[in-house]
């Protein structure tokens, strides 16, 4: 997920048939032999002694495929960039995309006519069965979960009570302790925010948000404002992901302020998916590459340099994820289907009441 970058620079201290493709724009620019993978900067930079998840799935796939070779592309406004090259007709630079959250899908699918990804052939990516149900957020098969993050509350034990349930915030024990994000902003603000509505209802949510500022909740612009915030000693409690003890094992953080709280016994899942572009000509070479993804070996390399949580039930985790990342007893997730229409609408609204 899009966050690891930050805390590496504080750690001391974002198979079924589709209706269309597009026509294509141009080619993807692939020679045959080469597959180029756009994703986010921090999927590719090494977080201290740790390698990137890129460098490894470069080196493993490269040497397991002698005559291919994975280049990255890193497009400094994720997928939005090759919408707009679609509807520019320019040429794609890329034949896949990787780190693709359902709302970066909805709103690629409402803002072109035609599918910005091919049709997926799953039979083809034999590993793809074991993802997990839960996580598919594609309805129309054209994706694959890769990895998930959980949204959590982390708190500082020292400090306050584990919270247990949402209407806990509210209540004057936790006046003046929250962290959240800009819904507008951020990846796990939005995830914080749709986790109220499930919780709440598209017609309570903003009667508990307006609860949550009369208790004096804080809401800084990025998840890196706010996690900077929260390492400096600014609030007790921050609205964060469920893997953090893995970061403050490694760092050497405090791990009485890296306690993991999930309201209601849940945590908001926020899956990656990964797609291959509807102009790419390298099909064949992706399923490869996906296969290779979602293998046992990738998927437990990619969970411990991510920090995120794989996307299949057969990953090969080690001791220290095993310790440290926590599930939540249940998952919370809006599907596609359950945002389309309503994303916008809700993000706006709260936009407007609560961050405005």
Known sequence: MKRRQYLAAV????????SGCIAS?????????????????????????????????KDRFESDHNDVEIEWKTPDSGLNHYVQRYQQGVEFDADVYLGVNVDDLIRADETLDDSLFQDLDRGSVGNADSVKSELEFDPQGRLLPYDTGYI?????EGAIDEPTTFDQLTEPAY?????????????????????????YGEDGYLDYWRALQDNDVQILGTWSDS?????????PLIASYSTDQVFANRDGLDMSRHQLGFLEDQGYANPEGMGVFA???????????????????????????NVQFPATTDADLNEEFDQYAHEPPETVFYGYEDLQGNLDGWVEDWAREIAG
């Open 11 to 18: 750690g001391g201290a974002a198979g079924l048939g589709l």
């Open 25 to 57: 724009p141009g080619s993807s620019g692939s020679d045959d032999g080469t597959l180029t993978v756009a994703t986010y900067d921090s999927f590719l930079e090494p977080q201290g002694e740790l390698d990137a998840p890129g460098a490894w799935i």
């Open 152 to 156: 959590s509350m982390v708190y500082d």
């Open 175 to 199: 006046e003046g302790t929250l962290l959240a994000q800009n819904a507008q902003q951020s990846d796990p603000g939005q995830a914080f925010l749709l986790w109220t509505i499930d919780q």
């Open 227 to 235: 996690y900077s915030a929260y390492l400096e000693g600014e609030r």
């Open 279 to 305: 102009d790419s000509e390298q099909s064949e070479l992706a399923q490869d590459f996906f296969d290779f993804v979602l293998s046992p070996e990738a998927q437990g390399q990619i969970a411990t340099l």
